[in-house]
C-alpha cells in the first residue's frame, strides 16, 4: 500500500528566508507525486506534480520539489518565503495503475515571521 | 486550469436531518470524482471514489447507507449526509479527475458542514 510521511507537523520561517518542506513516500514502484497548498477554509490547489522525466520540478509561486528515488523523497523548496506562502501544506502520492486516487501526507503548517 | 465547484459552501443543518452537497466540473469532463473528508488540522481521508454512471467505491470504515454518492453525469457528483449527527460535521472536499489531465485532479473549494 502507499503512504506518505511528511514528519514536519509546523514550521516557522522568517520571511525572506528559505524553505524546504520534506516528503518521504512509500510505493512499490515509481509514483505519481504532487504537492498542495490549502490556505484556511479553502480547498487545495496544485503546487507542483512529478510524472516522470526531470527530477527537478518547478511550479507555481516560486516553488521547486526534487524527486529522489533513492531517498523516496520528495522535498518542496521555496528559495525566498513570503508572508502569504503562510498555509497547509500537503504531499500526495498517486498511483500509476489507479489513475487519479492519491494518498495524502498528514500536512506541515507553514508559519511566516515578519 | 480546470475549475471544480462545490455548492454550497457552508451549511448548518439540525441533527436528524439530510444534507446535499454537489461538485461540479465547470470546464471538463471528469471521469472520476473523489470525495475526501477533512478533520480540523488534520490530513484529507479518502471516502469514496465514483465514476460516472456507476455505483461509488467507499474506503473501509465509511458507511454507504449514510454517505450516498450518486455520479449522474460527467460534470456532477453528489454527496448526502443522511440522518446527520454532530459527529458528522467536517470540512467534505470534492476532487475531479480526467484522463486527459494526466492523472491531476483538481479540487473543489470544500463544504464546511455544521450539524446542531
Known amino acids: 500500500a502507499q503512504s506518505v510521511t511528511q514528519p514536519d507537523i509546523h514550521i516557522t520561517v522568517s520571511e525572506g528566508a528559505s524553505l524546504e518542506l520534506r516528503c518521504n513516500y512509500s510505493y512499490g514502484a515509481t509514483p505519481y507525486l504532487f504537492w498542495y497548498v490549502q490556505s484556511p477554509g479553502q480547498g487545495l490547489q496544485l503546487l507542483l506534480k512529478?510524472?516522470?522525466?526531470?527530477?527537478l520540478v518547478q511550479g507555481i509561486k516560486g516553488f521547486e520539489a526534487e524527486f529522489k528515488r533513492s531517498q523516496s523523497s520528495f522535498n518542496l523548496r521555496k528559495p525566498s518565503v513570503h508572508w502569504s506562502d503562510a498555509a497547509e501544506y500537503f504531499c500526495a502520492v498517486g498511483a500509476r495503475t489507479n489513475a487519479g486516487k492519491s494518498t495524502f501526507g498528514d500536512g506541515t503548517t507553514l508559519t511566516v515571521k515578519p | 486550469g480546470a475549475v471544480v465547484s462545490q455548492h454550497p459552501s457552508r451549511v448548518i443543518c439540525k441533527s436528524g436531518t439530510s444534507v446535499k452537497i454537489e461538485c461540479r466540473s465547470l470546464?471538463?469532463?471528469?471521469?472520476?470524482m473523489f470525495w475526501y473528508r477533512q478533520f480540523p488540522k488534520k490530513s484529507l481521508m479518502l471516502m469514496a471514489t465514483s465514476n460516472e454512471g456507476s455505483k461509488a467505491t467507499y474506503e473501509q470504515g465509511v458507511e454507504k447507507d449514510k454517505f450516498l454518492i450518486n455520479h449522474a453525469s460527467l460534470t456532477l457528483s453528489t454527496l448526502t449526509v443522511t440522518s446527520a449527527h454532530p459527529e458528522d460535521s467536517s470540512f467534505y472536499i470534492c476532487?475531479?479527475?480526467?484522463?486527459?489531465?494526466?492523472?491531476?485532479?483538481?479540487f473543489g473549494p470544500g463544504t464546511r458542514l455544521t450539524v446542531t
Open positions: 512529478y510524472f516522470s522525466g526531470d527530477t
Open positions: 476532487s475531479a479527475f480526467a484522463l486527459v489531465s494526466g492523472s491531476e485532479q483538481y
Open positions: 470546464d471538463f469532463q471528469a471521469t472520476t
